[in-house]
């Protein structure tokens, strides 16, 4: 039992108490993390249609690249307004490094926005899971999508992504079990840092970027004596 309901993960000291506070659910576990990857970082995003933009262009495609088509589609469409992504042309869109899935979900949220759909002001105020039932709602936004929105966009504090290989293969590597496991296995397995699962997550990718960093360092070649 938490004798308080965890707050919204919106600044640097929401997250240091939730991480407080996770550590003391899980000693073992999150003190090992943070010795390997240090604090989680917070990386958060503006809760409205520049994030969702933003969480729909960095689907499976690294940091590097989805920063850099980001920055074209802000120069490109300058007032991020919904509007825009109904008038623009596929040529438009494609010009700023957009794939045909992502023009076509794009385009499926700027309409919903129009009919009034999907009310993202909204979101702000419903719980995590009415939120989530409103986003996956429209066409091609996904239950890895509004997870990702609802974690570092609306600040929830128990949201968990279950499908991102990436946190599936960090709980691999912090619970050393022998094979990644899947979305179902990794909800089952996430109970245990409840209710600050997306603190959890959050932890769990840096640490997941920290081992492969040190992995890449020891795999390097080192140069001859004398070289």
Known sequence: MHPQKPVRIVSGETLRAATSNLLNIDPECISHMLEIAGPPPLRTRTADLSGLIWIVISQQ??????????????ANFSQLHHRQLLEATDEDLRACGLSSPKMRTLRAV???????SLDLEELTKLGASAARDKMVAVKGIGPWTADIYL???????????????????GVRMVLKLRARPDAKKLETLSRRWQPYRAVAARLIWAYYAKMLELKRKTEEPRPNAGA
């Open 110 to 116: 700027a309409a919903a926005i129009e009919e009034k």
């Open 151 to 169: 974690l570092f966009c609306l600040g929830h504090p128990d949201i968990w992504p279950a499908g991102d290989l990436a946190l599936q293969e």
């Open 61 to 74: 495609v690294s940091r590097a690249s989805a920063r850099a088509i980001f920055a074209r589609f802000q």
